[in-house]
Protein backbone atom coordinates (compact mmCIF):
# COMPACT_ATOMS: atom_id res chain seq x y z
CA UNK A 1 0.00 0.00 0.00
CA UNK A 2 1.44 3.56 -1.12
CA UNK A 3 0.37 5.21 2.43
CA UNK A 4 3.05 3.16 3.55
CA UNK A 5 5.61 4.11 1.40
CA UNK A 6 6.03 7.21 3.43
CA UNK A 7 8.48 6.86 6.27
CA UNK A 8 6.86 9.38 8.22
CA UNK A 9 3.61 7.68 7.80
CA UNK A 10 4.60 4.23 9.06
CA UNK A 11 6.55 6.66 12.42
CA UNK A 12 2.59 8.11 12.76
CA UNK A 13 1.15 4.59 12.60
CA UNK A 14 3.54 2.99 15.19
CA UNK A 15 3.39 6.11 17.60
CA UNK A 16 -0.18 6.17 16.88
CA UNK A 17 -0.70 2.25 17.63
CA UNK A 18 1.88 2.83 21.01
CA UNK A 19 0.00 6.14 22.32
CA UNK A 20 -4.01 4.14 21.48
CA UNK A 21 -2.75 1.42 24.29
CA UNK A 22 -1.89 3.85 26.62
CA UNK A 23 -4.51 6.66 26.37
CA UNK A 24 -7.34 4.55 27.26
CA UNK A 25 -5.96 3.11 30.09
CA UNK A 26 -4.95 6.15 31.70
CA UNK A 27 -8.59 7.40 30.55
CA UNK A 28 -10.50 4.61 32.20
CA UNK A 29 -9.40 5.38 35.39
CA UNK A 30 -9.72 9.33 34.70
CA UNK A 31 -13.28 8.62 33.76
CA UNK A 32 -14.13 6.14 36.56
CA UNK A 33 -13.02 9.11 39.15
CA UNK A 34 -15.18 11.36 37.43
CA UNK A 35 -12.27 13.29 36.29
CA UNK A 36 -13.20 13.53 32.64
CA UNK A 37 -11.90 17.75 31.90
CA UNK A 38 -8.56 16.74 33.40
CA UNK A 39 -6.88 15.97 30.19
CA UNK A 40 -8.24 18.72 28.88
CA UNK A 41 -6.44 20.93 31.85
CA UNK A 42 -3.25 19.36 31.81
CA UNK A 43 -3.23 19.44 27.94
CA UNK A 44 -3.79 23.47 28.16
CA UNK A 45 -0.82 23.48 31.12
CA UNK A 46 1.30 21.28 28.70
CA UNK A 47 1.24 24.20 26.09
CA UNK A 48 2.51 26.71 28.57
CA UNK A 49 5.19 23.96 28.99
CA UNK A 50 5.68 23.99 25.06
CA UNK A 51 6.09 27.77 24.66
CA UNK A 52 8.55 28.05 27.84
CA UNK A 53 10.34 24.80 25.78
CA UNK A 54 10.36 27.14 22.86
CA UNK A 55 11.42 29.93 24.40
CA UNK A 56 14.44 28.06 26.45
CA UNK A 57 15.22 26.12 23.29
CA UNK A 58 15.20 23.05 25.22
CA UNK A 59 12.58 19.71 23.63
CA UNK A 60 9.18 21.16 23.79
CA UNK A 61 7.80 18.10 24.12
CA UNK A 62 10.28 17.96 27.91
CA UNK A 63 8.38 21.83 28.70
CA UNK A 64 5.23 20.02 27.99
CA UNK A 65 6.11 16.78 30.41
CA UNK A 66 7.57 19.26 33.24
CA UNK A 67 4.59 21.96 32.72
CA UNK A 68 1.51 18.75 32.92
CA UNK A 69 3.42 17.35 35.77
CA UNK A 70 3.24 20.34 37.81
CA UNK A 71 -0.49 20.76 36.81
CA UNK A 72 -1.22 17.19 37.63
CA UNK A 73 0.07 17.73 41.31
CA UNK A 74 -1.57 21.91 41.57
CA UNK A 75 -4.91 19.60 40.71
CA UNK A 76 -4.57 17.28 43.15
CA UNK A 77 -3.62 20.01 46.08
CA UNK A 78 -6.47 22.27 45.29
CA UNK A 79 -8.84 19.14 45.06
CA UNK A 80 -7.51 18.22 49.02
CA UNK A 81 -8.21 21.25 50.01
CA UNK A 82 -11.82 21.77 48.75
CA UNK A 83 -13.14 18.44 48.45
CA UNK A 84 -16.49 19.65 48.23
CA UNK A 85 -16.20 21.36 45.04
CA UNK A 86 -13.02 19.22 43.51
CA UNK A 87 -14.02 19.75 40.12
CA UNK A 88 -13.16 23.53 40.68
CA UNK A 89 -9.32 22.36 41.00
CA UNK A 90 -9.53 21.43 36.89
CA UNK A 91 -11.32 24.61 36.03
CA UNK A 92 -8.56 26.92 38.17
CA UNK A 93 -5.83 24.82 36.52
CA UNK A 94 -6.86 24.62 32.74
CA UNK A 95 -7.21 28.56 33.24
CA UNK A 96 -3.52 29.18 34.90
CA UNK A 97 -2.69 27.33 31.96
CA UNK A 98 -4.46 28.99 28.53
CA UNK A 99 -3.55 32.13 30.66
CA UNK A 100 0.30 31.11 30.55
CA UNK A 101 0.10 30.09 27.59
CA UNK A 102 -1.05 32.71 25.57
CA UNK A 103 1.14 35.07 27.74
CA UNK A 104 4.37 33.07 26.94
CA UNK A 105 3.38 32.30 23.28
CA UNK A 106 3.96 36.23 22.63
CA UNK A 107 7.51 35.53 23.31
CA UNK A 108 7.86 32.54 21.03
CA UNK A 109 9.78 33.01 17.46
CA UNK A 110 8.66 30.00 15.72
CA UNK A 111 4.72 30.22 15.82
CA UNK A 112 4.23 27.23 13.39
CA UNK A 113 6.01 25.01 15.95
CA UNK A 114 4.01 25.96 18.52
CA UNK A 115 0.68 25.96 16.40
CA UNK A 116 1.45 22.31 15.58
CA UNK A 117 1.23 21.44 19.28
CA UNK A 118 -2.48 22.73 19.31
CA UNK A 119 -4.34 19.89 16.70
CA UNK A 120 -0.96 17.72 16.91
CA UNK A 121 1.43 16.82 14.44
CA UNK A 122 1.49 12.83 14.29
CA UNK A 123 2.76 12.94 11.05
CA UNK A 124 5.69 15.20 12.03
CA UNK A 125 7.13 13.27 14.83
CA UNK A 126 11.39 13.08 14.99
CA UNK A 127 13.18 9.94 15.88
CA UNK A 128 13.75 11.31 19.37
CA UNK A 129 9.84 11.71 19.89
CA UNK A 130 9.14 9.09 18.77
CA UNK A 131 11.71 6.63 20.91
CA UNK A 132 10.34 9.17 23.76
CA UNK A 133 7.07 8.12 23.38
CA UNK A 134 7.80 4.62 22.93
CA UNK A 135 9.83 5.06 26.45
CA UNK A 136 7.04 6.72 28.39
CA UNK A 137 4.58 3.96 26.76
CA UNK A 138 6.38 1.17 28.00
CA UNK A 139 7.05 2.79 31.82
CA UNK A 140 3.40 3.70 31.49
CA UNK A 141 1.79 0.36 30.57
CA UNK A 142 3.99 -1.48 32.62
CA UNK A 143 2.98 0.78 35.65
CA UNK A 144 -1.06 0.67 34.68
CA UNK A 145 -0.36 -3.38 34.73
CA UNK A 146 1.37 -3.07 37.76
CA UNK A 147 -1.08 -1.02 39.60
CA UNK A 148 -4.29 -2.61 37.77
CA UNK A 149 -5.95 -3.57 41.48
CA UNK A 150 -4.81 -0.90 42.93
CA UNK A 151 -5.87 1.46 40.61
CA UNK A 152 -9.37 -0.29 40.21
CA UNK A 153 -10.02 0.07 43.59
CA UNK A 154 -8.87 3.30 44.75
CA UNK A 155 -11.38 4.59 41.42
CA UNK A 156 -14.10 2.92 43.14
CA UNK A 157 -13.70 3.78 46.55
CA UNK A 158 -10.44 5.38 48.44
CA UNK A 159 -11.14 4.80 51.94
CA UNK A 160 -12.11 1.37 51.47
CA UNK A 161 -9.34 0.92 49.32
CA UNK A 162 -6.61 2.59 52.44
CA UNK A 163 -8.97 0.30 55.16
CA UNK A 164 -7.86 -3.21 52.88
CA UNK A 165 -4.46 -1.60 52.87
CA UNK A 166 -3.74 0.14 49.63
CA UNK A 167 -1.30 2.60 50.10
CA UNK A 168 -3.79 5.53 48.33
CA UNK A 169 -1.25 8.49 48.40
CA UNK A 170 1.30 6.93 46.84
CA UNK A 171 -1.20 5.36 44.55
CA UNK A 172 -2.84 8.89 43.69
CA UNK A 173 0.94 10.22 43.21
CA UNK A 174 2.08 7.36 40.38
CA UNK A 175 -1.18 7.83 38.97
CA UNK A 176 -0.90 11.81 39.09
CA UNK A 177 2.20 11.76 37.19
CA UNK A 178 1.22 8.86 34.63
CA UNK A 179 -1.55 10.95 33.19
CA UNK A 180 0.67 13.72 33.32
CA UNK A 181 3.30 12.56 31.13
CA UNK A 182 0.96 10.93 29.00
CA UNK A 183 -1.09 13.89 28.30
CA UNK A 184 2.04 15.50 27.17
CA UNK A 185 3.14 12.73 24.60
CA UNK A 186 -0.61 12.67 23.41
CA UNK A 187 -0.29 16.15 22.78
CA UNK A 188 2.30 16.73 20.81
CA UNK A 189 0.96 14.35 18.32
CA UNK A 190 -3.26 13.81 18.37
CA UNK A 191 -3.05 18.10 19.50
CA UNK A 192 -3.33 19.73 23.11
CA UNK A 193 -7.13 21.14 22.34
CA UNK A 194 -8.75 17.13 21.49
CA UNK A 195 -6.36 14.66 23.67
CA UNK A 196 -9.22 14.45 26.51
CA UNK A 197 -11.12 13.13 23.55
CA UNK A 198 -9.03 10.83 22.95
CA UNK A 199 -8.92 10.23 27.05
CA UNK A 200 -12.57 9.65 27.18
CA UNK A 201 -14.14 8.39 23.99
CA UNK A 202 -12.57 5.26 23.59
CA UNK A 203 -13.76 4.49 27.25
CA UNK A 204 -17.28 5.78 26.84
CA UNK A 205 -17.45 3.43 23.59
CA UNK A 206 -16.33 0.35 25.79
CA UNK A 207 -18.36 1.22 29.06
CA UNK A 208 -21.68 1.00 26.83
CA UNK A 209 -20.45 -3.01 25.74
CA UNK A 210 -18.47 -4.20 28.71
CA UNK A 211 -19.82 -6.30 31.14
CA UNK A 212 -16.78 -6.22 33.03
CA UNK A 213 -13.94 -3.62 34.29
CA UNK A 214 -11.62 -6.10 32.64
CA UNK A 215 -13.15 -5.65 29.47
CA UNK A 216 -14.06 -1.64 29.85
CA UNK A 217 -10.60 -1.65 30.30
CA UNK A 218 -9.30 -3.85 27.18
CA UNK A 219 -12.44 -2.75 24.80
CA UNK A 220 -11.39 0.63 25.41
CA UNK A 221 -7.65 0.00 24.08
CA UNK A 222 -9.61 -1.88 21.18
CA UNK A 223 -11.44 0.98 20.53
CA UNK A 224 -8.86 3.72 20.67
CA UNK A 225 -6.13 1.64 18.53
CA UNK A 226 -9.08 1.29 15.45
CA UNK A 227 -9.87 4.98 15.70
CA UNK A 228 -6.25 5.89 15.50
CA UNK A 229 -5.48 3.76 12.62
CA UNK A 230 -8.20 3.96 10.62
CA UNK A 231 -8.04 8.20 11.38
CA UNK A 232 -4.96 7.76 10.17
CA UNK A 233 -5.93 6.00 6.74
CA UNK A 234 -9.07 8.37 6.31
CA UNK A 235 -6.90 11.58 7.03
CA UNK A 236 -4.19 10.43 4.64
CA UNK A 237 -6.87 9.48 1.78
CA UNK A 238 -8.95 12.38 2.20
CA UNK A 239 -6.03 15.11 2.70
CA UNK A 240 -7.71 15.66 6.49
CA UNK A 241 -6.11 16.94 9.51
CA UNK A 242 -4.81 13.40 11.27
CA UNK A 243 -5.49 14.60 15.10
CA UNK A 244 -8.99 16.00 14.44
CA UNK A 245 -10.27 12.81 12.09
CA UNK A 246 -8.73 10.08 15.14
CA UNK A 247 -11.24 12.10 17.44
CA UNK A 248 -13.85 12.40 15.21
CA UNK A 249 -14.19 8.88 14.12
CA UNK A 250 -14.19 8.14 17.72
CA UNK A 251 -17.24 10.78 18.63
CA UNK A 252 -18.93 8.91 15.16
CA UNK A 253 -18.30 5.49 16.36
CA UNK A 254 -20.04 6.20 20.15
CA UNK A 255 -22.82 7.79 18.28
CA UNK A 256 -23.13 4.67 16.09
CA UNK A 257 -22.59 2.38 19.39
CA UNK A 258 -25.39 4.91 21.19
CA UNK A 259 -27.74 4.41 18.64
CA UNK A 260 -27.83 0.61 18.06
CA UNK A 261 -27.87 -0.22 21.45
CA UNK A 262 -30.91 1.72 22.18
CA UNK A 263 -32.54 0.19 18.81
CA UNK A 264 -31.70 -3.18 19.83
CA UNK A 265 -33.59 -2.36 23.73
CA UNK A 266 -36.03 -1.38 21.74
CA UNK A 267 -36.48 -4.41 19.63
CA UNK A 268 -35.83 -6.96 22.79
CA UNK A 269 -38.75 -4.67 24.48
CA UNK A 270 -41.34 -5.29 21.58
CA UNK B 1 -15.44 -9.10 77.01
CA UNK B 2 -12.68 -7.72 74.63
CA UNK B 3 -13.15 -3.49 73.92
CA UNK B 4 -13.11 -3.39 70.26
CA UNK B 5 -13.81 0.00 70.14
CA UNK B 6 -13.09 2.54 73.03
CA UNK B 7 -13.90 6.46 72.76
CA UNK B 8 -12.95 8.53 75.36
CA UNK B 9 -14.33 12.76 75.58
CA UNK B 10 -14.73 12.99 72.23
CA UNK B 11 -15.17 16.58 71.19
CA UNK B 12 -15.55 17.57 67.38
CA UNK B 13 -16.66 20.90 65.39
CA UNK B 14 -16.80 22.57 62.24
CA UNK B 15 -15.64 25.79 61.83
CA UNK B 16 -16.20 26.43 65.41
CA UNK B 17 -20.02 24.88 65.60
CA UNK B 18 -19.49 22.01 68.39
CA UNK B 19 -21.10 18.56 66.51
CA UNK B 20 -19.64 15.97 69.39
CA UNK B 21 -19.67 17.60 72.91
CA UNK B 22 -17.49 14.91 75.17
CA UNK B 23 -18.49 11.96 74.09
CA UNK B 24 -17.57 7.93 75.30
CA UNK B 25 -18.40 4.81 74.91
CA UNK B 26 -16.93 1.75 73.96
CA UNK B 27 -17.94 -1.60 71.67
CA UNK B 28 -17.31 -4.73 73.16
CA UNK B 29 -16.72 -7.77 70.58
CA UNK B 30 -19.71 -9.52 69.29
CA UNK B 31 -21.87 -6.34 69.65
CA UNK B 32 -24.46 -5.22 66.81
CA UNK B 33 -25.12 -1.40 67.69
CA UNK B 34 -26.88 1.02 65.84
CA UNK B 35 -26.18 4.30 65.86
CA UNK B 36 -28.99 6.75 65.41
CA UNK B 37 -29.98 10.55 65.45
CA UNK B 38 -31.08 13.49 63.95
CA UNK B 39 -29.41 14.57 60.03
CA UNK B 40 -26.27 16.62 61.41
CA UNK B 41 -26.48 15.54 64.80
CA UNK B 42 -22.78 14.00 63.85
CA UNK B 43 -23.66 10.39 63.06
CA UNK B 44 -21.14 10.23 60.33
CA UNK B 45 -18.83 12.23 61.53
CA UNK B 46 -18.29 9.87 64.25
CA UNK B 47 -18.08 7.41 61.49
CA UNK B 48 -14.82 8.86 60.37
CA UNK B 49 -13.34 9.48 63.63
CA UNK B 50 -13.44 6.00 64.10
CA UNK B 51 -12.32 5.13 60.63
CA UNK B 52 -9.34 7.83 60.76
CA UNK B 53 -10.66 9.67 57.86
CA UNK B 54 -10.30 12.71 59.76
CA UNK B 55 -8.67 13.88 62.96
CA UNK B 56 -9.25 14.16 66.45
CA UNK B 57 -9.67 17.61 67.61
CA UNK B 58 -10.31 16.28 71.23
CA UNK B 59 -10.37 13.07 73.35
CA UNK B 60 -9.18 9.65 72.06
CA UNK B 61 -9.79 6.49 70.21
CA UNK B 62 -8.74 3.44 71.13
CA UNK B 63 -9.19 0.47 68.18
CA UNK B 64 -8.07 -2.86 68.96
CA UNK B 65 -6.68 -1.66 72.00
CA UNK B 66 -4.51 0.69 69.93
CA UNK B 67 -4.68 4.32 69.74
CA UNK B 68 -5.93 5.21 66.45
CA UNK B 69 -3.22 7.52 65.75
CA UNK B 70 -0.76 4.51 66.04
CA UNK B 71 -3.73 2.30 64.68
CA UNK B 72 -2.26 0.09 61.45
CA UNK B 73 -4.26 -2.96 61.31
CA UNK B 74 -6.78 -1.45 59.08
CA UNK B 75 -7.64 -4.07 57.33
CA UNK B 76 -9.28 -5.35 60.37
CA UNK B 77 -12.58 -2.94 59.77
CA UNK B 78 -14.55 -3.21 56.98
CA UNK B 79 -16.38 -0.23 55.60
CA UNK B 80 -20.05 -0.36 53.88
CA UNK B 81 -20.04 3.66 52.76
CA UNK B 82 -23.15 5.89 52.44
CA UNK B 83 -24.47 6.15 49.24
CA UNK B 84 -22.16 3.38 48.07
CA UNK B 85 -24.66 1.81 45.75
CA UNK B 86 -24.92 5.44 44.16
CA UNK B 87 -21.53 5.01 43.67
CA UNK B 88 -21.78 1.65 42.66
CA UNK B 89 -24.01 2.04 40.53
CA UNK B 90 -21.79 3.72 37.29
CA UNK B 91 -18.91 1.55 38.45
CA UNK B 92 -18.30 -0.91 35.03
CA UNK B 93 -17.66 -4.03 36.99
CA UNK B 94 -18.99 -7.01 38.37
CA UNK B 95 -20.17 -8.45 41.99
CA UNK B 96 -17.53 -10.55 41.65
CA UNK B 97 -14.44 -8.08 40.67
CA UNK B 98 -16.27 -5.78 43.57
CA UNK B 99 -15.81 -8.46 45.77
CA UNK B 100 -12.06 -9.47 44.67
CA UNK B 101 -11.06 -6.00 45.27
CA UNK B 102 -11.31 -6.41 49.33
CA UNK B 103 -8.52 -9.49 48.78
CA UNK B 104 -6.18 -7.11 48.26
CA UNK B 105 -6.36 -6.98 52.50
CA UNK B 106 -5.20 -10.93 52.49
CA UNK B 107 -2.39 -10.38 49.46
CA UNK B 108 -0.92 -6.71 49.68
CA UNK B 109 1.06 -4.78 47.05
CA UNK B 110 2.23 -6.48 44.23
CA UNK B 111 1.22 -10.11 45.29
CA UNK B 112 -1.93 -11.40 43.49
CA UNK B 113 -4.30 -13.33 45.21
CA UNK B 114 -4.04 -16.98 45.49
CA UNK B 115 -7.39 -19.77 44.64
CA UNK B 116 -7.79 -19.98 48.45
CA UNK B 117 -8.33 -16.10 48.45
CA UNK B 118 -10.58 -16.50 45.56
CA UNK B 119 -12.32 -18.94 46.96
CA UNK B 120 -12.98 -16.13 49.95
CA UNK B 121 -14.52 -13.56 47.74
CA UNK B 122 -17.22 -16.68 46.22
CA UNK B 123 -17.81 -17.69 49.67
CA UNK B 124 -19.00 -13.96 50.14
CA UNK B 125 -21.33 -13.82 47.43
CA UNK B 126 -22.70 -17.09 48.96
CA UNK B 127 -22.97 -15.49 52.28
CA UNK B 128 -25.19 -12.43 51.20
CA UNK B 129 -27.07 -14.18 48.85
CA UNK B 130 -25.92 -13.35 45.36
CA UNK B 131 -23.78 -16.12 44.03
CA UNK B 132 -26.20 -15.84 41.10
CA UNK B 133 -25.33 -12.96 40.40
CA UNK B 134 -21.85 -12.85 40.21
CA UNK B 135 -21.14 -11.99 36.90
CA UNK B 136 -23.67 -9.75 36.60
CA UNK B 137 -22.67 -5.63 36.37
CA UNK B 138 -23.10 -3.96 39.61
CA UNK B 139 -24.72 -1.26 37.67
CA UNK B 140 -27.62 -3.48 36.87
CA UNK B 141 -28.81 -5.01 39.84
CA UNK B 142 -31.52 -3.17 42.18
CA UNK B 143 -30.20 -1.28 45.39
CA UNK B 144 -30.73 -4.04 47.75
CA UNK B 145 -28.87 -6.08 45.70
CA UNK B 146 -25.81 -3.70 45.51
CA UNK B 147 -25.72 -3.70 48.86
CA UNK B 148 -25.38 -6.96 49.71
CA UNK B 149 -22.40 -6.92 47.30
CA UNK B 150 -20.94 -4.28 49.06
CA UNK B 151 -21.31 -6.27 51.73
CA UNK B 152 -19.67 -8.93 50.52
CA UNK B 153 -16.66 -7.05 49.38
CA UNK B 154 -16.09 -5.80 52.96
CA UNK B 155 -16.40 -9.73 54.31
CA UNK B 156 -14.04 -11.19 51.53
CA UNK B 157 -11.40 -9.27 53.72
CA UNK B 158 -11.88 -11.27 57.04
CA UNK B 159 -12.61 -8.17 58.50
CA UNK B 160 -13.29 -8.41 62.37
CA UNK B 161 -14.99 -4.97 62.74
CA UNK B 162 -17.93 -3.79 59.94
CA UNK B 163 -18.91 -0.66 59.61
CA UNK B 164 -22.08 0.85 57.83
CA UNK B 165 -22.94 4.45 57.25
CA UNK B 166 -26.75 4.18 56.75
CA UNK B 167 -26.95 0.68 54.40
CA UNK B 168 -30.66 1.14 53.83
CA UNK B 169 -30.80 4.21 52.62
CA UNK B 170 -32.65 4.00 48.76
CA UNK B 171 -33.48 0.70 49.10
CA UNK B 172 -37.41 -0.48 49.93
CA UNK B 173 -38.50 -1.98 52.50
CA UNK B 174 -38.68 -5.40 51.74
CA UNK B 175 -34.95 -5.38 50.73
CA UNK B 176 -33.80 -3.40 53.81
CA UNK B 177 -35.44 -5.95 56.52
CA UNK B 178 -33.76 -8.85 54.53
CA UNK B 179 -30.42 -6.88 55.01
CA UNK B 180 -31.24 -6.79 58.75
CA UNK B 181 -31.78 -10.32 58.90
CA UNK B 182 -28.32 -10.75 57.05
CA UNK B 183 -26.13 -8.41 59.44
CA UNK B 184 -27.87 -9.86 62.17
CA UNK B 185 -26.79 -13.40 60.80
CA UNK B 186 -23.65 -12.45 60.21
CA UNK B 187 -23.45 -11.05 63.92
CA UNK B 188 -24.13 -14.34 65.31
CA UNK B 189 -22.66 -16.79 63.40
CA UNK B 190 -19.48 -15.27 62.80
CA UNK B 191 -18.96 -13.08 65.85
CA UNK B 192 -19.21 -9.91 63.98
CA UNK B 193 -18.87 -6.59 65.62
CA UNK B 194 -21.23 -4.45 63.64
CA UNK B 195 -21.65 -0.79 63.98
CA UNK B 196 -24.38 0.87 61.77
CA UNK B 197 -25.70 3.89 61.44
CA UNK B 198 -29.14 4.63 60.57
CA UNK B 199 -32.57 6.27 60.79
CA UNK B 200 -34.44 3.72 60.79
CA UNK B 201 -34.28 2.56 64.16
CA UNK B 202 -37.85 1.27 64.69
CA UNK B 203 -37.36 -2.07 62.13
CA UNK B 204 -33.33 -1.83 63.39
CA UNK B 205 -34.11 -2.33 67.11
CA UNK B 206 -35.16 -6.31 66.94
CA UNK B 207 -32.03 -7.07 65.49
CA UNK B 208 -29.63 -5.23 67.09
CA UNK B 209 -28.35 -5.63 70.76
CA UNK B 210 -27.28 -2.11 71.69
CA UNK B 211 -28.57 1.31 70.33
CA UNK B 212 -26.69 4.91 70.82
CA UNK B 213 -28.36 7.64 69.91
CA UNK B 214 -26.42 11.09 69.07
CA UNK B 215 -28.18 14.39 70.35
CA UNK B 216 -27.60 17.54 70.84
CA UNK B 217 -23.70 16.86 70.78
CA UNK B 218 -23.98 14.10 73.40
CA UNK B 219 -24.55 10.49 73.26
CA UNK B 220 -26.96 8.17 75.16
CA UNK B 221 -27.74 4.48 75.03
CA UNK B 222 -31.46 4.08 74.35
CA UNK B 223 -32.84 0.80 76.53
CA UNK B 224 -35.04 -1.81 74.22
CA UNK B 225 -38.13 -0.38 75.99
CA UNK B 226 -38.26 3.20 74.97
CA UNK B 227 -37.63 2.31 70.96
CA UNK B 228 -40.52 -0.18 71.52
CA UNK B 229 -42.43 2.83 73.15
CA UNK B 230 -41.23 4.85 70.37
CA UNK B 231 -42.73 1.91 68.23
CA UNK B 232 -45.91 1.87 70.02
CA UNK B 233 -46.38 5.71 69.72
CA UNK B 234 -45.25 5.23 65.94
CA UNK B 235 -48.54 2.96 65.10
CA UNK B 236 -51.32 5.04 67.43
CA UNK B 237 -49.89 8.34 66.10
CA UNK B 238 -48.27 7.27 63.02
CA UNK B 239 -49.53 11.63 61.85
CA UNK B 240 -47.86 12.81 64.80
CA UNK B 241 -44.99 10.63 64.23
CA UNK B 242 -44.63 11.50 60.73
CA UNK B 243 -44.34 15.48 61.48
CA UNK B 244 -42.22 14.33 64.53
CA UNK B 245 -39.41 12.72 61.96
CA UNK B 246 -40.19 16.03 59.54
CA UNK B 247 -38.86 18.34 62.56
CA UNK B 248 -35.97 16.29 62.79
CA UNK B 249 -35.05 16.21 59.53
Keep these: MSIFEFEFMRRAFIVGFILALIVPCIGTIIVLKRLSMIGDALSHASLAGVAAGLILSINPVLGAAFACILAAFGIEAIRKKIPKFSEMSIAIIMSAGIGLAGVLSGFVKNTANFNSFLFGSIVAISDFEMYFVAGISLLVLLSFIVLYRELCYTAFDELSARLSGVPVKTVNSIFTVLTAVTVSVAARTVGALIVSSMMVVPVACSMQIGKSYRQTVLYSVMFAVIFTLSGLFISYYAGLKPGGTIVLTGVLCLLLIIIIKKAAGRTVRQ | ?249
Excluded at chain 2, 93 to 112: D, K, Q
Excluded at chain 2, 207 to 221: D, F, K, M, P, Q
Design chain 2, 1 to 249: METVIKAQDISFSYGGEPILYNIGFSVNKGDFIAVTGANGSGKSTLMKLMLGEIQLQRGNIWLFGTEIRNFKHWPKIGYVPQNGTARAGGFPATALEIVRLNLYSNCGLMRFPTKALYKNADEALKLVGMQDYSKRLIGDMSGGQQQRVMIARVLAGEPELMLLDEPTTGIDAESAQSLYMLLSKLNRERKLTIIMITHDIARAADYVNRTLCLEEGSIVELMREQILTEQYHRHKHPQRSAENNDEHI
